[in-house]
């Protein structure tokens, strides 16, 4: 039985492909682009079956699984999901956002996710046996300035899966969401930024982030473990990410009264002197 793996072109899909592959796993690479899994599939030869799929339209979803029906057996059933292909668009703030951008991350992170799992959950179901691997983001947990609808459909991915685990209570069925942190390496940012490289390449100046391979072997672990056991999530950081300090934002501190002046003893002590000699004048 097969692993598919969605968003299979590039960063952690197909860093995923080659990890699952190298292990002995037979593997269908699914993404938009078929030319990047035609030149892995020249790479990872005949344990890997590119896929052209677009996950965020239905039609493209069906045709590409019915096309596995006629695909050598190995093929034909899935035994684990992993759910990959997903996008951010942009870091504006939310009144500045572009409204296309909100509707293309929720129509792939989250429609095209949804949609994929509930084609192959039933075969899954029927076989009392399989696995889903979301991956979700840090950004799902934590807020951060820009994260807008990308933070959103990643805390959708989040409690999907949870409920996913609570609807499978009974079932011989693993669902873990994988939660990375700040991952260089891969096109991520590149997207994001709308192919600013300059800046995506500022975001992991001076970091020794995590890597594309970090994930894949992370997921390779999931699926070796023994099936009884089930890890429900795991977030990845880099050792240099942390959990930011809660942002308070203060008002501007009003000017400090100016304090009566108090006349000098002095001076009160001679004016008093001048009233005196002026009634002997």
Not at 8 to 30: D, H
Not at 90 to 113: H, Q, R, Y
Not at 119 to 138: C, D, F, K, V
Not at 146 to 171: E, I
């Amino acid at each position: 039985m097969a692993i598919l793996i969605t968003g299979a072109s590039a960063g952690f899909g197909e860093a995923m492909c080659r990890a699952f592959v190298q292990a002995g796993f037979p593997v269908i690479g699914a993404a938009r682009r078929a030319d990047r899994l035609a030149k892995l599939q020249e790479e990872l030869g005949s344990l890997f079956l590119p896929l052209q799929m677009d996950v965020a339209d239905k039609a493209s979803v069906d045709a590409a699984l019915t096309s596995l029906e006629t695909q050598p057996e190995n093929f034909r059933n899935i035994d684990c999901l992993i759910n990959n292909a997903g996008l951010a668009l942009g870091l504006e703030p939310a009144w500045e956002a572009d409204f296309a951008d909100w509707e293309t991350m929720i129509n792939t992170n989250v429609l095209g996710l949804v949609y994929l799992t509930r084609r192959l959950l039933p075969q899954m179901e029927a076989r009392n046996s399989g696995y889903i691997i979301n991956i979700g983001s840090i950004a799902g947990n934590y807020a951060y300035p820009g994260g807008n609808v990308y933070g959103a459909t990643k805390a959708f991915v989040r409690q999907f899966s949870m409920n996913l685990r609570a609807d499978l209570a009974g079932k011989n069925i693993r669902v873990t969401n994988i939660e990375p942190g700040l991952c260089g390496g891969t096109e991520f940012s590149n997207v994001r930024f709308k192919g600013d490289d300059a800046r995506a390449d500022k975001v992991y100046e001076n970091v020794e982030y995590i890597q594309a391979e970090d994930i894949a072997r992370t997921a390779l672990w999931l699926y070796q473990c023994l099936p009884h056991m089930n890890v429900n999530s795991i977030e990845i950081m880099p050792v240099a990410q942390t959990f930011a300090p809660l942002s308070v934002a203060r008002k501007t501190a009003p000017a400090p009264a100016a304090e009566p002046e108090v006349p000098d003893q002095t001076q009160q002590d001679a004016g008093f002197f001048k009233k005196i000699a002026a009634l002997f004048k």
